[in-house]
């Protein structure tokens, strides 16, 4: 089955730190750029990251940048996004998509329309105290 599993969301602090797991399942991700979104309740879906799949070019929203960290480990076919520190309103759940034709450079990797491949099915996570 062709799929993408997301793991490592959970419930953390403000100021802690989560890192998000996105591994490929039926086939090899390291020919596909890999993009995360969040989704939080009544608002709409936010790209926030993308990594290519050649030339390790990576992209984030403002709303993210300096935090969050995305990288990939291609022998281990998963693609990885570090969150810290992390604030109450990064509370969503968060998402995997990857795509065999989208960059990273520029904004259109971000757009919750974009056909990507794959999905993943989300993973929750909540920044509270």
């Known amino acids: 089955q062709l799929q993408l599993v997301e793991s490592g969301g959970g419930l953390v602090q403000p100021g802690g730190s989560l890192i998000l797991s996105c591994a490929a399942s039926g086939f090899t991700l390291d020919s596909y750029a890999v993009a995360w979104f969040r989704q939080a309740p009544g608002k709409e879906r936010e790209g926030i990251s993308c990594?290519?799949?050649?030339?390790?070019?990576?992209n984030y929203a403002d709303s993210v940048k300096g935090r969050f960290t995305v990288s990939r480990d291609d022998a281990k076919n998963t693609v990885y996004l570090t969150m810290n520190p992390l604030k109450p309103e990064d509370t969503a759940v968060y998402y995997c998509?990857?795509?065999?034709?989208?960059?990273?450079?520029?904004?259109?990797?971000?757009?919750?329309?974009?056909?990507?491949?794959?999905w993943g099915q989300g993973t929750q996570v909540t920044v509270s105290s």
């Open positions: 990594i290519s799949n050649v030339g390790g070019v990576t």
């Open positions: 998509a990857a795509d065999s034709i989208v960059g990273c450079a520029g904004s259109r990797w971000s757009g919750p329309s974009y056909p990507y491949d794959y």
